[in-house]
Nanobody, 119 residues
Framework: QVQLVESGGGSVQAGGSLRLSCEVS????????MSWYRQAPGKQRELVAR??????NYADSVKGRFDIVRDLAKNSGYLQMNELKVEDTAVYYC??????????????WGQGTQVTVSS
């Protein structure tokens, strides 16, 4: 069974950096698409960044500050967040479209990790 485990959240002052990690486990698998979403209190979950085989996509609010990495060799993904702003405060979720021999390609979610940016 595919599982996504996140780590790296925490508290930081505005202007600082954090790196979120997402480890994908579950036997023989391939990460087709790695994405990061976030959800702030009272707001809908939004896409922050996505990495496919052929493209990178970023929300306008994070372009130039965040960098998504998909490491196929390690079955992992990362979100490097620089120049953090107070409005980046949210729970961040890893999402991966993963192929396995038994289930084909399916979407999976991590448990979420809190990122708090203070002024």
């Amino acid at each position: 069974q595919v599982q996504l485990v996140e780590s790296g959240g925490g508290s930081v002052q505005a202007g600082g950096s954090l790196r979120l990690s997402c480890e994908v486990s579950g036997g023989w698998l391939r990460i087709n698409i790695m994405s990061w979403y976030r959800q702030a209190p009272g707001k809908q979950r939004e896409l922050v960044a996505r990495r496919t085989d052929n493209s990178y996509n970023y929300a306008d609010s994070v372009k130039g500050r965040f960098d998504i990495v998909r490491d196929l060799a390690k079955n992992s993904g990362y979100l490097q967040m620089n120049e953090l702003k107070v409005e980046d405060t949210a729970v961040y979720y890893c999402n991966a479209n993963v192929w396995t021999p038994s289930a084909g390609s399916k979407d999976y979610w991590g448990q979420g990790t809190q990122v708090t940016v203070s002024s």
